[in-house]
Nanobody, 126 residues
Framework: QMQLIDSGGGLVQAGGSLRLSCTAS????????MAWFRQAPGKEREFVSF????????DYADSVKGRFTISRDNAKNTLYLQMNSLKPDDTAVYYC???????????????????WGQGTQVTVSS
C-alpha cells in the first residue's frame, strides 16, 4: 500500500504561481510513475502531468505546457508541481496519483493509477 498526501493549494491571482506537493509513504520504493490530475466543478478529472521514474520521463497536457513543471525529490518521497502564469481556467481540485505497476497503457490515463491523494484546491482569480 501507498499513501499520498497533497498540499500547497490556495487562492492566487491570474499570472501568479503556486507549488503543489505530494508526499508519499508506504510502498515508495516500488513507484513506477506519478502524476497530477485536476477536476474542475462539473467536469471530469483530467490529466495534467506525469513523471516516469528510472529513467526519468515527463509529459504534460497541452493546456499547461510551458507553464507547469513536474518534479520529484526521491530523498523526501515528494512529488511537486510548480505552476506559473496561472489562469482562471486552472481553477480545480488537484490530485496526485501513483502507480507501482509496469503494464502497458498511457500514463496520462486515470485508470493507470492505483493510489490517489485527497486533493488540494487551487483557485485562480481574474
Amino acid at each position: 500500500q501507498m499513501q499520498l498526501i497533497d498540499s500547497g493549494g490556495g487562492l492566487v491571482q491570474a499570472g501568479g504561481s503556486l507549488r503543489l506537493s505530494c508526499t508519499a509513504s508506504g510502498r515508495t520504493s516500488s513507484i513506477y510513475a506519478m502524476a497530477w490530475f485536476r477536476q474542475a466543478p462539473g467536469k471530469e478529472r483530467e490529466f495534467v502531468s506525469f513523471i516516469k521514474l528510472m529513467p526519468i520521463y515527463t509529459d504534460y497536457a497541452d493546456s499547461v505546457k510551458g507553464r507547469f513543471t513536474i518534479s520529484r525529490d526521491n530523498a523526501k518521497n515528494t512529488l511537486y508541481l510548480q505552476m506559473n502564469s496561472l489562469k482562471p481556467d486552472d481553477t480545480a481540485v488537484y490530485y496526485c496519483a501513483g502507480t507501482v505497476t509496469r503494464t502497458v497503457g498511457s500514463l496520462a490515463a486515470r485508470s493507470r493509477y492505483e493510489y490517489w491523494g485527497q486533493g488540494t484546491q487551487v483557485t485562480v482569480s481574474s
